[in-house]
């Protein structure tokens, strides 16, 4: 057929210089979030595969330590969503970020209790 095949990375290049020229337009604030999300996330991965080598004993405080890691950055991620400039939201970024700050609490007072 008439198809030329291109190399398997080449898509893979146009997709990271896409999103890297993209990513350039987004805010300061947005971009922190952004940050926050990712070490939240890397911690859950270390803390998993920390508990792979050496074991997860406690296993109630290897859990709650999962959940925060995870739970952080899910409500980091939504607080990203609605304080974002494309989104058609009825809350201001201040309500937002007080739904954040309640939300958060929440999260580490059932994580502090499931410690427990």
Do not use: H
Not at 6 to 29: C, D, H, M, N
Not at 50 to 72: H, K, Q
Not at 88 to 109: G, H, Q
């Amino acid at each position: 057929m008439g198809q030329t095949s291109r190399p398997l990375g080449f898509p893979l290049q146009e997709i990271i210089s896409t999103f890297a020229t993209k990513y350039k337009a987004v805010p300061p604030r947005l971009r922190v979030l952004d940050i926050f999300a990712c070490c939240a996330l890397a911690t859950a991965i270390l803390q998993f595969i920390y508990s792979l080598i050496v074991g997860s004993f406690p296993f109630n405080a290897f859990l709650s330590g999962i959940f925060c890691c995870a739970g952080t950055a899910v409500l980091t991620i939504c607080l990203r969503l609605q304080i974002s400039e494309g989104q058609t939201s009825s809350k201001t970024p201040e309500r937002a970020f007080v739904d954040y700050v309640l939300a958060m609490s929440t999260l580490f007072l059932a994580v502090w209790c499931y410690i427990g």
